[in-house]
């Protein structure tokens, strides 16, 4: 299972990112970043009506062998990416959905910070005790 939140558009690089196991960290950055096209996609497929509509998540973006990758952007166009064993069945949409607004409102609560400068990498043990809470819950 890993979690990404990833900066907004034209940099997209990676504000925080948590996986476990941790031996396959390095399929997971792959497997995110490719992930950002197939969002890019569909946020302009969306074009206008993404912006009318209140439902940010974008579902499951792509399916492998090994795993379902799915994504949800902010309206800021903050691009948060979870890719989950393919084996799991017992996860469904709803939960996946529950657990983006999860992640949106902790990562809302990081931005109210003032002491967060926006665009550095999230370093913050509420946030991490509530990501490693759904990773467990997901496992």
Do not use: W
């Not at 990404?4 to 941790?22: A, D």
């Not at 993404?50 to 579902?59: A, I, M, P, T």
């Not at 109210?112 to 496992?139: E, L």
Request: proline residues 5%; glycine residues 2%.
């Amino acid at each position: 299972v890993l979690i990404s939140v990833i900066c907004s558009p034209p940099q997209n690089y990676p504000l925080y990112i948590r996986s476990i196991p941790t031996e396959n960290e390095l399929k997971f950055h792959y497997t995110v970043h490719t992930s950002l096209d197939v969002v890019d996609e569909k946020i302009s497929a969306m074009g206008k009506a993404l912006v009318d509509q209140r439902e940010l998540y974008l579902g499951l973006l792509y399916p492998t062998e090994d795993y379902k990758v799915y994504g949800y952007v902010t309206n800021s166009k903050v691009k948060f990416v979870m890719v989950v064993d393919s084996s799991n069945t017992a996860l469904r949409d709803n939960e996946i959905r529950s657990m983006f607004r999860k992640l949106h409102n902790s990562y809302t609560d990081i931005m109210c910070n003032p002491f967060y400068n926006p665009g550095d990498r999230i370093h913050s043990r509420a946030f991490d005790s509530m990501v490693n809470s759904m990773m467990m819950q997901v496992c």
